[in-house]
């Protein structure tokens, strides 16, 4: 009995699902999908271990593109800022009623 064709399927990027946040820092825009920063990582900036909860959030590509840009640990706090500020209420993906 012949063997039935197998068709290759296109490789398609798939169209992003959460929400995907933008930072603009110093001549640059890190991203990141809100909605799949972890509980781990939130716990890391409540406990002030700030360098590998962003590392967590933005990715090990985009930290390393940070740092060779801003390799000075002085710019760090802005960067922080920026991160916090553009991610908004992050455990809050759409405003609810429910009590």
């Known amino acids: 009995m012949p063997r039935p064709a197998i068709k290759a399927v296109e490789d398609?990027?798939?169209?992003?699902?959460g929400r995907i946040v933008g930072v603009d820092?110093?001549?640059?825009t890190y991203t990141f999908d809100a909605d799949e920063v972890t509980l781990d990582a939130l716990e890391d900036f409540e406990n002030q271990?700030?360098?590998?909860?962003?590392?967590?959030?933005?990715?090990?590509?985009?930290?390393a593109e940070y740092k060779?840009?801003?390799?000075?640990?002085?710019?760090?706090?802005?960067f922080i800022s920026a991160l916090l500020g553009a991610a908004g209420?992050?455990?809050n993906s759409e405003a609810s009623s429910a009590s």
Do not use: T
């Not at 271990?49 to 930290?63: C, D, V």
């Open 12 to 17: 398609s990027e798939p169209e992003p699902v």
């Open 25 to 28: 820092y110093e001549g640059h």
């Open 49 to 63: 271990k700030y360098l590998r909860a962003i590392r967590a959030i933005i990715g090990a590509e985009q930290w």
């Open 68 to 78: 060779s840009r801003h390799p000075k640990a002085v710019e760090l706090d802005r």
């Open 89 to 91: 209420a992050l455990g």
